[in-house]
């Protein structure tokens, strides 16, 4: 496998704004932020992408959601925000690694993209 830079946050190699982290997962600020509030909500058990997922990893999935849910609390996002998982190049996807992008701070359009 190749190296991926998500494993080497949740692995301490590389500094992160952490928010969160228990034992299934970590939530840190991206570096990259696409809105004034840009959260990562990835497990810290590699899965290169949802496709990956299997009926096993049902609770571990619905983990990253409630944990989403509760980043947007903590990070004061009462108007509201959006939840998105990439997948594929059309997808946007850009790290393998499964993770959950929370977005908020500002009106987002519709449709996405």
């Known amino acids: 496998m190749a190296p991926c830079i998500?494993?080497?946050i949740v692995q301490k190699k590389i500094p992160s704004k952490i928010v969160h982290e228990d034992e299934h997962a970590i939530a840190f600020h991206d570096i990259a932020p696409k809105?004034?509030?840009?959260i990562l909500v990835i497990p810290r058990r590699h899965l290169d992408h949802l496709d990956e997922a299997k009926e096993e990893d049902a609770r571990l999935l619905g983990h990253l959601l409630?944990?989403?849910s509760r980043v947007a609390a903590e990070a004061?996002?009462?108007?509201?925000?959006?939840?998105?998982?990439?997948?594929?190049?059309?997808?946007?996807?850009?790290v393998h690694h499964l993770h959950v992008h929370v977005l908020g701070g500002r009106g987002m359009a519709w449709p996405p993209g």
């Not at 809105?35 to 840009?38: N, V």
């Not at 004061?76 to 850009?94: F, M, P, Q, S």
């Open 6 to 8: 998500f494993c080497d």
């Open 35 to 38: 809105a004034p509030a840009h």
């Open 66 to 68: 409630l944990l989403a």
């Open 76 to 94: 004061g996002l009462k108007a509201g925000y959006r939840v998105v998982i990439n997948r594929g190049t059309d997808g946007g996807e850009t």
